[in-house]
C-alpha cells in the first residue's frame, strides 16, 4: 500500500502495535512523504516527530481550528488562547459589574434628590428630573441587553412600592417647608 505512493494517507492510532524500531522507521517514511496525511493519535511523542499541522475539533462549537507545528506548539498555542479568552471574559465581567453600579447609582441619586428636595433648592426638582430621565433610558438599554428590570407581576408590585416612596417622600419635604 505505502509503496504505491498515495496522495492522502488516513492512519487511525498507527502506533497501537508497533515495536520502537518499526515506530522510527514510520516517523522517518512520514517526515519524506510528499503527500498529506491524516493522523489521529493519543502519542503525544509521535505526533511531535511526525507532524507539522494539528487540526483541533471544538465538540462545544463544532468547529475546527487550525494549528501550525508540531502537538508541543499546539499546547502552547492553546494555552495562549485560552488566556487570552479568560482575560477578555474577565474585561466583560468588570464592564458588567460597572454598568450595573453605574445604573444602581443612577437610580439611587433620582430617589435620593426628591427626598432632600425643598421649597429653598428650586433647581433641584429640574435636576432630578433630568437624573430620572437619564436612569430610565439606561433602564431601556439595559433591559434591552437582557440586564436587571423585573417583569410580569413582580415588577408591578416593585414598581407600585417606589411610587409609594416617592409620595411620602414628597409631602415629607412639603411638611418641612411649612
Known sequence: MLLSDPQLL????PTN??????????????????GAALIVSHDRAFLDHSVT??????PLTHSVRSYSGSYSDYIE????????????????Q???????QDIAATRNRRCGSSVRQTSRQPGVRRYAKKVARKALSVRRSSTLCGIGRA???????????AR??????ERAGRAHTR
Open 10 to 13: 488516513l492512519l487511525d492510532e
Open 17 to 34: 502495535h508497533l515495536d520502537v524500531s518499526m515506530l522510527e522507521w514510520l516517523e522517518g517514511w512520514l517526515h519524506g512523504y510528499r
Open 53 to 58: 499541522r494539528i487540526l483541533d475539533l471544538d
Open 77 to 92: 498555542q492553546k494555552g495562549r488562547e485560552r488566556e487570552r479568552q479568560y482575560g477578555q471574559w474577565r474585561d466583560e
Open 94 to 100: 468588570a464592564e458588567i459589574r460597572r454598568m450595573k
Open 151 to 161: 417583569r410580569g407581576k413582580a415588577g408591578r408590585k416593585l414598581a407600585a412600592k
Open 164 to 169: 409609594i416612596r416617592r409620595r411620602a417622600a
